[in-house]
């Protein structure tokens, strides 16, 4: 009817940015016609169509969850604003099984993007043009979109949320089909076009964009329970945190160092790796332990064949006592199997049993390949192939044992003063919190603005 109406009239669109003098922009409140005495025209109905700057972030797994969506959607919208906190923006918002971040006109898109590619939660973001869902107004988010495009072919993707607008999604990629061409004279072409113009309506809001920025996938940040990370600055490890961060873990970490036998290099390499995989969680609690004591003795009293073996066992015994002392539910490990001597599956099994939480190793089944694909893609992997000395590098025995006994492995203890040994490295060792850095995104932060020059 709207439209009908607005056929039998003469209207000219304006685009037009409203800031308010807060600095907020305007919401939309639809349509209106000014008349043209109001406007001082002759003649001329002018229509004035508030075109919004939004990122529209759509859900991961979350859309599959039942009763306890919503607390899900709670924790994600809480990580969002705390990841953002040192940057301008108007607005988080949940609306209608999506988040939505309002912009402002000195909003640095490239860098907030940046950051919410890693949220993980997110399935999918796209910066967007929004509208209110009538079709002059589609129109004139369309006529904004084009001119920053270039291409020769197009198709329109338009997708009703909500199925309350008048027109279908066939119907919607024919009429917007037709209004682009009319204005790009470029063809529409559904196989591999040039540019595709979203156009997805919710309700009374409607966001068109140009392409969908991956997310980190998997759930929110916090809504997975606590474990405790053994971290050792090697390749393997921060892959593996990654792996339970991104199903929802806050991961603890705990690093064993041998200093003053090795160099104070390991433990600032592993909280440089903390730096970037904060980034996640936007900060990690890190408990560095003195290992030497421990060492020393079991290199004193046990087999050398078994000494790694050992090695780990204390890390387990210790790092058990830190995660309890946490309320943190698990081990992780970088594990994969088969990879070293230590790891072959009967000697992962004698390491396992001086523990009672459960230990997971999310990267047991990868090869180092794999591994070293993720490390790469989250940024850790340029420290971790740093040269340090790990504390394990130190007394390791030229034939280690691979097919060690849980029973092998207490008997070669039955030497050591095993709880004196543990309490002592607890009663060195120390806590510290990293928090996250985004500092080297910082330099290429622009606002959309200089983006589009
Ligand atoms: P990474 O690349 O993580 O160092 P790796 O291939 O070197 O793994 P190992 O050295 O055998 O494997 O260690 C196996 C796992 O034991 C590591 O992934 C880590 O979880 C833990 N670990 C080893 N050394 C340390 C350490 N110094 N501090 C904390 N955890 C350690
Ligand atoms: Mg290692």
Known sequence: ?????????????????VTSPSGRGLHVTGRRLLKPEACNLKNIWVKITVVKRTILIHYHEINLKGNNRGWFEARLHQHII???KDLPYDSVQRYAGRL????????????????????FGVANLAVAWEVPAEIEALQSGLAELIPITHFQSFKIDARRGTKDFPLDSQQLNQHLGAFVQSLSKARVQLENPDA????????????????????????????????????????????AAYRMMRRGCRVLYIHFHSFPHTTVESQEKVRRILRILSRFQLESQLTLV????????????????LRVILYRRFMIR?????????????????DSLGQVASQTL??????????????????????????????????????????????????????????????????AEVELDVNRLIQSALAESTRETIASDFSSYKTAAKTYEQSQT
Not at 7 to 17: A, P
Not at 205 to 218: E, V
């Open 318 to 334: 210790i790092a058990q006592a830190v995660a309890q002392n946490e309320k943190a539910s698990a081990l992780v490990t970088g």
């Open 100 to 119: 939505l971040i309002g912009l402002l006109p000195e909003s640095p898109v490239e860098e907030i993007t940046r950051r919410l590619k890693m949220v």
């Open 82 to 84: 705390s990841l953002l």
């Open 196 to 239: 595709t113009f979203f156009v997805e309506i919710v309700g009374s809001r409607a966001f068109l964009y140009l392409s969908r920025i991956p997310g980190g996938g998997g759930l929110p940040s916090g809504t997975g329970g606590k474990a405790l990370c053994l971290l050792s600055g090697g390749i393997d490890s921060p892959v």
């Open 1 to 17: 009817m709207a439209e009908r109406r607005l056929n039998s009239l003469r209207v000219i669109r304006m685009f037009l940015y």
């Open 290 to 305: 003195p290992f030497a004591e421990v060492q020393r003795e079991i290199v004193a009293y046990a087999p050398p064949p």
């Open 346 to 411: 009967e000697n992962i099994r004698t390491i396992s049993a001086a523990a009672t939480l459960p230990i997971f190793r999310p990267l047991i089944g990868d090869d180092k390949e794999e591994i070293m694909r993720v490390a790469r893609e989250i940024e850790t992997y340029e420290i971790s192939i740093q040269a340090d000395q790990d504390c394990c590098s130190l007394f390791v025995p030229r034939h280690p044992e691979t097919m060690s006994s849980i029973d092998q492995a207490e008997r």
